[in-house]
């Protein structure tokens, strides 16, 4: 039988995507999310742009682990997010990693679109590209061919379109995705969003209300003196 790739691996075990049900990995499990960070294709596919936004010095890390076409990724980046946004990253408490986890087989432009994030990450706006994509997705999702629509994004976002094409074309940015996705699935990840928070799953889109019960009780027992 043919192997199926990673991403029918993360669509199988996580076949009611952006639910909140899931299962947690363990903790030496879920710091392998860290490889999307430090290993040699996700590097040079982000040289020039980070993904993380908040200072390296933050006691709290935060890796969220998401698809670009899942709305309830998209329901926590435009109104979760500026929230955590405002009272834990700028303040310096958490730092906050972004993880590609696309799942192809039920989001057909999601590995598209995480390229695409991955190229202006290049050019060090990777979180504009996370921001229109998010706030544009009920007109990219259903297009069969997506890709004319990120260019245009990619006009938007004034990255020159020849070296953007060269982007979009190039091998790296798939394997790139592809070991985010590996690194989220060692990590117990089985829907998006997940966010890996030091040592622990949490399964879902949430509230505010939530992160904060979950950020200050961590917070609170690192800084303690």
Known sequence: MRARSVF????????????????????????????AESGDTAQSADSGGSRSRGSASAPVKVY????FQCPFCRQHALETMPTLEREYIATGKVQWFFINFPIPELHRNAIPAAEL??????????????????QHQKAWGPLQDARPFFLSLADSLRLPRVETLACLQDSAMTRAVREEAESAIRAGATSTPTFYIEGGLL?????????????????TAKTRR
């Open 64 to 67: 969220e682990m998401s698809d």
């Open 8 to 35: 029918a691996v993360a669509a199988l075990a996580a076949f009611a995507s952006c639910s909140e049900a899931g299962r947690p990995g363990d903790a030496t499990g879920a710091r392998q999310v860290a490889v």
């Open 203 to 219: 399964i879902g889109a949430q509230p505010p209300s939530v992160f904060r019960g979950i950020l200050d009780s961590i917070y």
């Open 117 to 134: 994030a991955l190229c202006a990450a290049r050019a060090g706006k990777f979180w504009d590209a996370h921001h229109l994509l998010f």
